[in-house]
């Protein structure tokens, strides 16, 4: 696609129910990043996909998030039992490598934990 | 792991005024620093970015400075214009990216 898609963009959920968050990147870009922007701060960084396998998740902040990319393209991120506090703009990026630079960030998905 | 910290935090400057934004990181193996310039309800978008083996990078009104002794990096915008009002993110990271960290942004006011 022309970008890296996210879907949906608005999501209202209630506490402690489960929430799925989609990431389409750019055709060919084999690294994938998710990030968590709060109002008022910078994005903050939750786990990274070279290919299939996550290459490094240590920025999730518990057990309760978790997230796939199975065929090394679309990436799903998952949050169980979710929070007041996970309530933010969760944020995909992709790249063509992992080294070239510039991340490509999709529009975002805003969360909404009531 | 690698800490971004940027200021100010807000920026108010009349149009055709510069505005100087800075940032400091911790971990000395970072070597690619970027900014971003986000407008409200938008994605990040790159505008400028610098790897190590150079201290200044030029891109027509914009430039950014980097100290790696120091651990410092600046983002120096000339002849502001209303619509560089956005906010602007600094971050650093070693070579694969995968460690990407950002400061938490600076809001750019450019009054007419």
């Known amino acids: 696609g022309a970008g890296v898609s996210q879907t949906p963009s608005n999501k209202v959920t209630e506490k402690g129910k489960y929430v799925e968050l989609r990431c389409d990147p750019i055709s060919g870009h084999t690294a994938l990043y998710w990030y968590r922007q709060s109002l008022g701060q910078g994005p903050e960084f939750l786990i990274y996909f070279q290919g299939t396998g996550a290459a490094d998740d240590s920025g999730l902040p518990n057990d309760r998030f978790f997230a796939v990319r199975p065929e090394g393209s679309v990436s799903t991120l998952k949050i169980q039992r979710t929070e007041r506090g996970d309530s933010a703009v969760y944020l995909c990026?992709?790249?063509?490598?992992?080294?070239?630079?510039?991340?490509?960030f999709g529009e975002g998905s805003r969360l909404t934990v009531l | 792991g690698e800490n971004v910290e940027q200021h100010p935090s807000t920026l108010s400057v009349q149009e055709g005024d510069s505005a100087v934004i800075k940032c400091t990181y911790s971990?000395?193996?970072?070597?690619?620093f970027p900014w971003y310039k986000q407008e409200l309800g938008k994605r990040p978008q790159l505008i400028i970015d610098?790897?190590?083996?150079?201290g200044e990078k030029k891109d027509q009104r914009i430039a950014v400075t980097l100290n790696k002794t120091a651990k410092h990096f600046s983002l120096h915008i000339t002849e502001t214009q209303p619509e560089d009002s956005a906010v602007y993110f600094c971050?650093?990271?070693?070579?694969?990216?995968?460690?990407?960290?950002f400061g938490a942004g600076t809001r750019l006011t450019v009054k007419p």
């Open positions: 610098i790897r190590s083996n150079v």
């Open positions: 990026a992709s790249s063509p490598a992992a080294s070239t630079g510039e991340l490509f």
């Open positions: 971050a650093a990271s070693r070579w694969n990216n995968n460690d990407m960290r």
């Open positions: 971990d000395s193996a970072s070597n690619y």
